[in-house]
Nanobody, 114 residues
């Protein structure tokens, strides 16, 4: 069965960096698009960006543009979200998802605070 498992979240200082991982199983990344979303308490879920099955990147949300980068390692069947210059407003639960099948991971918490 299809599974997505996020990892790499934690507490980081403003201006710091963090890399999140999305380990996929039950399918190959060559077959599906993967998106990253985030949701902060009291706010709507926000699409951060994504990567097509071809490896081509989608655009990024204006709120993260220039700071976040999505990449993948096909051999490891893992998608990454590199987050740089983190701000307190980046604090949220981050999810990866597969649009084909509407599969979601359980999310990983990112907290940006001094």
């Amino acid at each position: 069965q299809v599974q997505l498992v996020e990892s790499g979240g934690g507490l980081v200082q403003p201006g710091g960096s963090l890399r999140l991982s999305c380990a996929a199983s039950g399918f190959t990344l060559r077959s599906s698009r993967i998106n990253w979303y985030r949701q902060a308490p009291g706010k709507e879920r926000e699409l951060v960006g994504g990567i097509f099955s071809t490896g081509v990147l989608t655009g990024y949300a204006d709120s993260v543009k220039g700071r976040f980068t999505i990449s993948r390692d096909v051999a490891k069947n893992t998608v990454y979200l590199q987050m740089n210059s983190l701000k307190p407003e980046d604090t949220a639960v981050y999810y990866c998802m597969r649009p084909n099948g509407n599969n979601w991971g359980l999310g990983t918490q990112v907290t940006v605070a001094s």
